[in-house]
């Protein structure tokens, strides 16, 4: 009788395990069950500071002092990122791409090819159409820019802009989406039309709202570039986008519908211009696109939703930009992110108005003159009352503007202050950051690693301290399959 009991309850014991083990949606291993759809969103330079913010802001603007979560704040799993290059500390957008696309480290600059530039490095999208999977590549800057270009692109120097482009052809993604090609016709403009060459590889070039809507499921080789585009081929930032503009949130949601299909697919969407108002220390436009990027996750997790036990979603950054903080020394332990509000437009946008504005101005009175402009685009003086020191930092960034006055010796020292761009500009906007309580150590990007976040199989390899190159290694992991 008890070795019949004995012998029930064994039998029982394993029926249990593997009814574990093969049950829909249960993996001890994530390794596994291969994703079938797999989405790679990277925020370009949005740190674990820039999407705190984020929220903050939210929960400002709702009258609250805690953090609201971003939807891909909620995820399930969560991670921190060591980001550094082969040869530096800091990375760049080129060698951090490349990580995250090969499992690789290499040199700054480098685009899909080893640290000493004499070998290529095979890409997860490589991998992922050897599986039959359809593949996008997405960005809210040019799809030859450093990050969208390390999924498909070979070359020694990031800026060689050109030849990537000429990858582009034989790189058999089905989908391209956002910004344009930056140099299509090089960078003395003296080379054959990269459109034209691509247009013969079979691509379709869709730059209309019109046409974005015709597009079906099944289409391939859809080239979509947003109707407009600055001088560096990139879409909008979120907070400058007009009526007619296309959102990364619509160009997922396209992405998606295209690429669905019984094989499954890979998209990497990357907000790119995160980074860029990072680099100008402009808050206002990096909340813009990071509340952005969050509702194109949205549109995955949508999709996830149909298909939980076949859809990975990755969020996670190339590295930080600008060294953000949520405190300044002017504000003790207060902050108030309602501030930000006040700028409705980026601070390229409010640095070309001012630079126009300038040279209508008259030379009488135009500090004054130029307060009033401030406070009329800002709310400088009116909503946000100026002390007697950020008049004073007002007046010194209008002598370097106007009179070409610095008020430095030494060019660093002037750099610190204003960066590259327009002292007025640049010294309004960083007085409402300081104002609200933000801070800002840079133009440039930073070592700080930067936070991973997964919802779906093998959610479970993005929840320690890992590094860059340790998310394409481990999404090949789960597709059984090899890097370099």
Not at 10 to 37: A, D, H, Q
Not at 281 to 296: H, R, V
Request: proline share 4%; charged share 20%; net charge neutral.
């Amino acid at each position: 009788m008890r070795h019949n009991i004995k012998s029930a309850f064994v039998i029982i014991l394993i029926s249990t395990v593997l009814v574990l083990f093969w049950t829909p949606g249960y993996s001890s291993n994530p390794e596994s069950r291969p994703p079938k759809y797999i989405f790679l969103f990277i925020g370009d330079g949005m740190g674990l500071a820039q999407s705190s913010l984020a929220e903050a802001y939210q929960a400002a603007l709702q009258g609250k002092t805690d953090m609201g979560k971003l939807l891909f704040n909620t995820f399930p799993s969560h991670g921190m990122v060591t980001t550094y290059a082969e040869n530096r500390l800091i990375t760049c957008s080129a060698a951090a791409g490349t990580a995250l696309s090969t499992g690789k480290k290499t040199s700054i600059n480098t685009i899909g090819l080893n640290a000493s530039r004499t070998d290529t490095l095979k890409s997860i999208l490589q991998l992922v159409r050897e599986r039959g999977m359809k593949t996008g590549v997405i960005s809210t800057v040019g799809l030859n820019h450093a990050t969208p270009a390390a999924f498909y692109a070979h070359v020694p120097d990031r800026d060689m802009y050109y030849e990537i482009a000429m990858q582009i052809p034989g790189s058999g993604i089905n989908f391209f989406g956002g910004g344009g090609i930056m140099e299509p016709t090089g960078e003395k403009e003296d080379k054959p039309d990269a459109w034209g060459i691509i247009s013969k590889a079979g691509y379709k070039k869709v730059d209309s709202r019109k046409e974005f809507l015709k597009l079906k499921r099944g289409d391939d080789k859809v080239f979509l570039t947003n109707p407009t585009l600055d001088n560096e081929w990139a879409m909008p930032f979120t907070i400058d986008a007009g009526a007619n503009d296309f959102s990364l949130s619509e160009i997922v949601s396209k992405a998606i519908e295209l690429l669905e299909n019984p094989n499954g697919f890979f998209i990497m969407a990357e907000s790119g211009k995160i980074d860029w108002a990072c680099h100008a220390n402009d808050a206002a436009a990096a909340i813009g696109d990071i509340l952005e990027l969050d509702k194109a996750v949205r549109k995955a997790l949508d999709f996830y939703l149909r298909y939980p036990e076949e859809t990975l979603i990755i969020v996670t950054a190339d590295h930080e930009t600008g060294g953000l903080t949520l405190g300044h020394a002017n504000k003790y332990y207060d902050s108030d992110f309602t501030l930000l509000a006040n700028q409705t437009r980026s601070l390229q946008h409010l640095s070309t108005e001012t630079s126009t504005f300038l040279q209508n101005a008259d030379t009488l009175n135009g500090f004054i003159k130029t307060l009033n402009f401030l406070d009329q685009q800002l709310g400088l003086g009116s909503k946000i009352k100026l002390s007697g020191a950020d008049s004073l930092h007002l007046k010194q960034a209008y002598e370097a503007a106007v009179n070409k006055k610095l008020p430095f010796i030494h060019k660093e020292d002037n750099y610190a202050l204003y960066g590259n761009g327009n002292p007025i500009a640049v010294t309004a906007v960083k007085t409402i950051a300081r104002k609200a309580g933000i801070g800002w150590t840079t133009w440039s990007h930073t070592a700080i690693p930067v936070p991973v976040r997964a919802i779906g199989p093998g959610k479970e390899m993005f929840e320690s301290y890992i590094d860059n190159t340790d998310i394409p290694n481990n999404l090949a992991k789960l597709l059984r399959g090899k890097l370099n």
